[in-house]
């Protein structure tokens, strides 16, 4: 393994970690954000829609 | 912040009718930006700043929802109700509400005023838009209509920064109660009913204004009364029920009753505090809405708005897409001459800038797409456009309030979304959430410009309009036929119920603000590149590792393409899609893009570059490659118009965004319903795009 295959595949397994934990933080964000978005906005909470009741 | 909440001392709310400008005058007082547009039902969320007195201090200022009346059942105008009626007890009490009142439509915005007196909230009101009121005619004796009222009233004009400080001034101070008692009378027999249900309310711990509100709703609102069933003593209940048939006997509509009586009042003040010079000619935006909103030649206007738009982001946009386009070019010819031949030169120009190249040269047309938007809002067009689909919208069952989320669609489905919380009923609100992401969003956009500009002929017709044009309308179009198809085939089975009523108001055409349209193309550009910076280069790094290993040697870069990762994947998935005209590296794309859609096009970039790196063809564009793809099978071309046009069919019809699944779960509070529109969608898009494939192979 030649040095630019090395700083190539490093590359690649960062960028698989930085997507990875982006993806859980927008997760988490969505879990506990009222707006439902992962903007980190302070919406207000709005009685979300529950189609079963209806 | 932290610094300042010591010095906070109040909370001051802001309320008003759809476009009032509220949203301006919010914005004048605190100095936060904000979207000001001019269809009803734009501020959905909770928005506050704060507002600096002259005196030092500082208080909260929370911009409320756009509200007719505090009676109203949409999600977000029961939110004001329930703010106001202090039944959120999560936000402070207010100490100051106030009222932004459109001066050109006194009478019906009186109305909220007049149910904010009777709440016995302290108030001031905010008459604003007075310079529209006197050139439409009318004379406003402002301590006149204040002494009826018995509230302050402050004249503005938002737009021009006209009455803020005065309104500032005025609600520094304290104690803005109304001072007089309640005006307007119901006939007896309901004043009677009316105070006997306040006294009983009040003997159980209601307050007097709380209690005379919800004796009023109790009354008038069967709806008010199913909803407060569960949280009403039961004494309260039988007392409404034994109500509500003792008045029908009598043959008392009591909701029309008390909305004219309040009426009733709110003209006998205006009788003597305003004078109309009006002329009995039509205003000049009546006599334009006379054939802006015309059934044919409205609807014909619209259409060749939306054409022209496209047009011109298709002719206009092409000169600083081919600069990007070099300017990306040339660096990559400069990353080769100084880095050395292999994988890290090879992951940097293949990989990570051919993908993100081929998804910033777009940045252009997206940005003439939200100019566009911003200009049709900020005129007060887009009013007219929800206007004119409401015919269309109501032979489906829905109504033009439902346009408007679809409308914001156009832009991104998850605001499309958030924004059918003005929905008043769940069914409507659910079909029109359903549909929703049919429209084509600006992620779309770009795959759009890719098969066009790379397959579509660059012929005119009639020497005016240029078939590509024709072609990306028709994408648009075809997204909005078939969600309203797809709208009427929902209300008609899953989710049935009745044709509800629309009522529009349309706002008086404006001078557009250069300012807040270069805004919103600013906040929708850099949102463009943070994606591009951000999940599109990790993608296309991803993608460039998944296509260049497992290494094989001696192998050509085509071949190697085939037997890398991607190319296996590609490969297995091409079954399912073959009878769609798509090949394994289109599967790829399809896979890739689920996370986002405009992925597709940096795959593309990615892949094609990754198979022609021998060919050292780094100039030639994405559309090109792709256009002189052989099938080594068939020795047919790989891309034809026909499988550019199924791919964009395909792209219109598919639900390919993680993001708009999230908010589809989260607004409707599970999981049912996004999966079903995730699988209706895709089955659609596969189906459709069967069709047209097969009619165009019969065809050519």
């Known amino acids: ?54 | 912040m932290n610094t300042s909440e010591e010095i906070i001392s109040r909370n001051i709310a802001i309320i008003g009718n759809p476009n009032s400008g509220k949203s301006t005058i919010f914005n004048s007082l605190t100095g936060l930006r904000q979207k000001v547009a001019n269809y009803p039902g734009v501020t959905v969320e909770k928005k506050e700043g704060i507002v600096k007195f002259k005196d030092g201090s500082l208080a909260i200022l929370i911009d409320l929802p756009g509200t007719y009346s505090l009676t109203a059942n949409a999600p977000d105008e029961k939110i004001v109700k329930d703010i106001l009626l202090g039944r959120k007890t999560d936000i402070d009490p207010f100490d100051l509400i106030i009222c932004v009142v459109d001066a050109s439509n006194l009478e019906r915005n009186l109305y909220l005023v007049s149910q904010i007196i009777d709440l016995k909230l302290p108030v001031i009101m905010a008459l604003n838009m007075i310079d529209v009121a006197e050139k439409s005619g009318m004379t406003i004796n402002v301590n006149k209509l204040s002494e009826e009222l018995g509230i302050l009233i402050i004249p503005t004009v938002g737009n021009k920064h006209r009455g803020i400080e005065a309104l500032k001034a005025a609600a520094n101070r304290r104690a803005n109660y109304s001072k007089k008692a309640r005006q307007w009378k119901l006939p007896i027999v309901l004043e009677e009913e009316c105070i006997e249900l306040k006294n009983l309310l009040q003997i159980h711990s209601w307050t007097e204004a709380v209690a005379f509100h919800d004796a009023v709703t109790l009354l008038s609102s069967p709806y008010y009364l199913e909803e407060q069933k569960d949280l009403l003593p039961e004494e309260i209940v039988e007392h409404v029920l034994q109500d509500h048939n003792r008045l029908n006997i009598l043959g008392m509509d009591c909701q029309s009753e008390i909305v004219e009586a309040r009426y009733e009042w709110i003209k006998s003040i205006c009788g003597s505090a305003v004078i109309f010079n009006r002329n009995t000619g039509k205003s000049l935006s009546d006599r334009v809405d006379n054939i802006m909103t015309h059934k044919f030649w409205g609807f014909l206007i619209f259409l060749s708005i939306m054409t022209i738009i496209f047009q011109a982001i298709f002719t206009w946009a092409l000169i600083p897409m081919d600069l990007i386009s070099k300017g990306f070019d040339s660096l990559g010819i400069l990353i080769t001459r100084i880095l050395p031949k292999g994988e890290l030169q090879d992951l940097i120009v293949n990989g990570a800038l051919s993908g993100v190249s081929a998804v910033v040269t777009f940045l252009p047309q997206i940005l003439f797409l939200f100019f566009f938007i911003g200009l049709l809002e900020d005129t007060g067009y887009m009013a007219r456009a929800a206007f004119i689909m409401d015919r269309l919208m109501s032979k489906v069952g829905l109504h033009g309030k439902s346009f408007i989320p679809m409308l914001s669609s156009f832009a991104c489905a998850i605001p499309g979304i958030m924004a059918t919380r003005t929905i008043e009923n769940r069914k409507d609100r659910l079909v029109t959430m359903l549909v929703s992401p049919l429209m084509s969003c600006s992620a779309r956009l770009p795959i759009y410009v890719l098969m066009i500009a790379a397959f579509i002929p660059k012929k005119s017709i009639l020497g005016i309009i240029s078939l590509p044009g024709i072609t990306l309308v028709s994408m648009y179009l075809l997204g909005l036929f078939t969600a309203l198809g797809m709208a009427w085939i929902f209300k008609k089975t899953l989710l049935k119920s009745d044709t509800p009523v629309f009522i529009m108001e349309l706002p008086p055409y404006k001078l557009p603000s250069l300012k807040s349209i270069v805004l919103q193309m600013w906040e929708k550009g850099s949102l463009f590149l943070k994606r591009a910076g951000t999940i599109i280069l990790g993608v296309s790094i991803i993608l460039w590792f998944l296509s260049t290993y497992p290494k094989k040697e001696n192998f050509s870069p085509s071949v190697q393409l085939e037997q890398s990762f991607v190319g296996r994947i590609g490969h297995f998935v091409e079954p399912l899609i073959r009878p769609l005209g798509f090949d394994w590296k289109i599967g790829i794309g399809l896979i890739s893009s689920m996370l986002q859609r405009e992925v597709f096009v940096s795959t593309m970039g990615t892949i094609y570059n990754v198979k022609d790196s021998d060919k050292g063809e780094s100039t030639i564009s994405l559309g090109q490659h792709m256009k002189e793809d052989i099938d080594p099978v068939s020795g047919h071309p790989v891309f034809t118009v026909l499988t550019a046009i199924c791919l964009m069919v395909y792209y219109v019809l598919a639900m390919q965004c993680m993001s708009t699944i999230a908010i589809m779960k989260r607004e409707t509070n599970g999981w049912k319903w996004p999966l079903f529109q995730f699988c209706y969608m895709t089955a659609l898009a596969y189906c459709v795009t069967l069709i047209v494939y097969h009619v165009g192979l019969f065809l050519i």
């Open chain 1, 1 to 54: 393994m030649n040095w630019q295959e090395l700083i190539s595949l490093s590359i690649v397994g960062m960028t698989l970690i930085l997507i990875i934990k982006s993806e859980i933080r927008k997760y988490r964000l969505r879990k506990t954000n009222p707006c439902g978005g992962d903007c980190n906005c302070t919406a207000l909470k709005i009685d979300r829609l529950n189609p079963d009741k209806m």
